[in-house]
């Protein structure tokens, strides 16, 4: 069995994305792979654009998992015990610190079949295979906010925009949106955030708003928050997505993509994973420029391989997150170096 978990126009070209591996030989009967993912409506276009296409050309069946992202220490038992059941993850930032502690396989690109150089900066992790780059922006409703908000200083602004907002429950993107609020520039976000009082000036642009927070943990929560009426705007993972689910129960929503926070997601593969040739069958499938394509269609997500640009649609691509003004590179190196202490520092915030 492998395992692949995983996060994320027409459909039409998924076909020619199977052709992809469209001579690789018929797997056997039982041959499955896990592949685990961050869930939601990511996964389910996951669903239709790589694991039905893949299983279809190669006849190896996709057993779909779900983790939240922090949970390294599953995957360091999996390693350590020999029992690896999760056969590629999707991963954002956690791909650095499972790297460096030798818990994934160093990628191999011959093996992929893949023109490293196309996939830019996310190309030059060791032991992962760059999937997208993702946006996390503001979704917010457009009933009760009809001219805003503009820019994320407004998320901040209780006296122009009164009411609940949401947050991810971790400092990861919350420092960085609270130093942009107090008018650090994007560029500068992580040389303010690596200083003592830089920590100190986000945290204290976060009391401004801490009584109306409400804080989510999963990617379905943030945009059930807005689809309830519990905040009037909240961050969101992916935030085109989350906008088109609730349109679709009636409500107007919103996107604010001023100082987007990028994100790569990265395919990585856990050590020892007993079904490595599958997975890396798999992964060489997800990253041709058509399955690329197809995924940017759906989801609205930066595509990792240049060479899918091409295939997608002008209209489609100026409405991309890079399409933005004031983007914010997130920085995995920056949160592993310094994610153990502002993570502490999080939490003690949260419990005064």
């Given at each position: 069995m492998i395992k692949i978990t995983t996060t994320a126009g027409a459909l039409?070209?998924?076909?020619?994305?199977?052709?992809?591996?469209?001579?690789?030989?018929?797997?056997?009967?039982?041959?499955?792979?896990?592949?685990?993912?961050?869930?939601?409506?990511?996964?389910?276009?996951?669903?239709?654009?790589?694991?039905?296409?893949?299983?279809?050309?190669?006849?190896?069946?996709?057993?779909?998992?779900?983790?939240?992202?922090?949970?390294?220490?599953?995957?360091?038992?999996?390693?350590?015990?020999?029992?690896?059941?999760?056969?590629?993850?999707?991963?954002?930032?956690?791909?650095?610190?499972?790297?460096?502690?030798?818990?994934?396989?160093?990628?191999?690109?011959?093996?992929?079949?893949?023109?490293?150089a196309k996939f830019g900066e996310g190309g030059k992790a060791d032991c992962g295979v760059p999937q997208a780059e993702n946006p996390q922006g503001i979704i917010y409703d457009k009933d009760k906010l009809s001219n805003g908000p503009k820019t994320i200083a407004d998320l901040f602004d209780l006296k122009n925009f009164p009411g609940k907002r949401g947050l991810n429950k971790t400092p990861k993107t919350t420092l960085e949106y609270a130093l942009i609020a107090d008018g650090v520039k994007a560029e500068d976000v992580y040389k303010v955030l690596n200083r003592p009082e830089g920590v100190d000036r986000a945290f204290k642009k976060l009391d401004t708003i801490k009584k109306d927070i409400v804080w989510w943990v999963s990617g379905a929560q943030s945009r059930q928050l807005l689809a309830d009426d519990q905040v009037i705007m909240t961050a969101d993972w992916?935030?085109?997505?989350?906008?088109?689910?609730?349109?679709?129960?009636?409500?107007?929503?919103?996107?604010?993509?001023?100082?987007?926070?990028?994100?790569?997601?990265?395919?990585?593969?856990?050590?020892?994973?007993?079904?490595?040739?599958?997975?890396?069958?798999?992964?060489?499938?997800?990253?041709?420029?058509?399955?690329?394509?197809?995924?940017?269609?759906?989801?609205?997500?930066?595509?990792?391989?240049?060479d899918a640009i091409g295939l997608v649609d002008p209209a489609i691509l100026s409405g991309l997150p890079t399409a933005a003004d004031n983007p914010v590179q997130y920085s995995p190196k920056f949160w592993a170096d310094k994610g153990d202490e502002l993570n502490q520092r999080f939490a003690a915030w949260l419990a005064k």
């Open positions: 039409a070209g998924i076909a020619l994305a199977a052709a992809v591996v469209g001579q690789v030989m018929p797997a056997n009967a039982g041959d499955q792979l896990t592949i685990t993912g961050f869930g939601g409506p990511g996964q389910e276009i996951e669903s239709k654009v790589y694991f039905e296409p893949f299983t279809k050309a190669t006849g190896i069946k996709i057993a779909q998992d779900v983790w939240n992202g922090s949970e390294l220490a599953k995957v360091r038992a999996m390693v350590e015990t020999r029992t690896v059941t999760w056969d590629v993850v999707l991963a954002g930032s956690q791909q650095v610190a499972l790297c460096d502690e030798g818990l994934l396989e160093q990628i191999d690109w011959k093996k992929l079949g893949l023109d490293r992916s935030p085109q997505t989350s906008a088109d689910a609730i349109r679709k129960a009636g409500k107007h929503v919103g996107i604010l993509w001023n100082s987007a926070i990028l994100n790569t997601t990265f395919w990585v593969i856990p050590k020892g994973d007993p079904r490595l040739d599958d997975a890396y069958k798999f992964i060489a499938f997800a990253s041709s420029p058509q399955a690329q394509a197809n995924m940017v269609r759906l989801s609205w997500v930066n595509p990792a391989n240049k």
